[in-house]
């Protein structure tokens, strides 16, 4: 079993930053594939950013280049830098990991964008 915990979100003004944690607890975390995933309110989740067992990363094109997602396996913990925010970004933002058969998701982070 795998349980997943977002930190991080928060409130800032458009065109600042923010970095979301997602701190993973159980075993074998370095084999799955994780990925970061925003609901705004009204709108369906969808996919922001994810990131290979290896290291690979893709990005929706909403958010490529300000987005950067990075994981650190001795930590267990994947993250997500958000740069050049803007009101649009505005969402849940959930963390999740699959490997093989097991998908874990986390129970979500708030970021509020406003001016």
């Known amino acids: 079993q795998v349980q997943l915990v977002e930190s991080g979100g928060g409130l800032v003004q458009p065109g600042g930053s923010l970095r979301l944690s997602c701190a993973a607890s159980g075993s074998m975390f370095s084999m799955y594939a994780m990925g970061w995933y925003r609901q705004a309110p009204g709108k369906q989740r969808e996919l922001v950013a994810s990131?290979?067992?290896?290291?690979?990363?893709t990005y929706a094109d909403s958010v490529k280049g300000r987005f950067i997602m990075s994981r650190d396996n001795a930590k267990k913990t994947v993250y997500l830098q958000m740069n050049s925010l803007k009101p649009e970004d505005t969402a849940v933002y959930y963390c999740r990991g699959s490997y093989s058969v097991m998908d874990y998701w986390g129970k979500g982070t708030l970021v509020t964008v406003f001016s």
């Open positions: 990131i290979t067992s290896r290291g690979t990363t």
